[in-house]
Nanobody, 124 residues
Framework: QVQLVESGGGLVQAGGSLRLSCGASGRTFSTYVMGWFRQAPGKQGEFVSDISRSGGTTYYADSAKGRFTISRDNAKNTVYLQMNSLVPEDTAVYYC?????????????????WGQGTQVTVSS
């Protein structure tokens, strides 16, 4: 069982920055692909970014590319999402998730664990 806890959300003006953190319990953090998702009220949840177990491979949604950076510190069991140049469209609850990885580039087809989410609100 892996427990994920997000933090770092809040209210920020457009153009500002936030860094989200997701801490994980357990001793097997480095065996999981970690990702970030977001969901705004009345909208479908969407993928934001994820990172391979070693941190060597990252993916970003088009909306995040160039503005957001995902990273992880396996020694601290933590994944981060640095968000710069925020716009009101980024307003959402942000969730981190974990997928079991069988190798650096092969992982479960489904996300196994989810955090409770952290609210990000970007004002105009």
């Amino acid at each position: 069982q892996v427990q994920l806890v997000e933090s770092g959300g809040g209210l920020v003006q457009a153009g500002g920055s936030l860094r989200l953190s997701c801490g994980a319990s357990g001793r097997t953090f480095s065996t999981y692909v970690m990702g970030w998702f977001r969901q705004a009220p009345g909208k479908q949840g969407e993928f934001v970014s994820d990172i391979s177990r070693s941190g060597g491979t990252t993916y970003y949604a088009d909306s995040a590319k160039g503005r957001f950076t995902i990273s992880r510190d396996n020694a601290k069991n933590t994944v981060y999402l640095q968000m710069n140049s925020l716009v009101p469209e980024d307003t959402a609850v942000y969730y981190c998730g974990a997928r079991r990885a069988y190798s650096e580039n092969v992982c479960s087809s489904t996300w196994d664990y989810w955090g409770q989410g952290t609210q990000v609100t970007v004002s105009s």
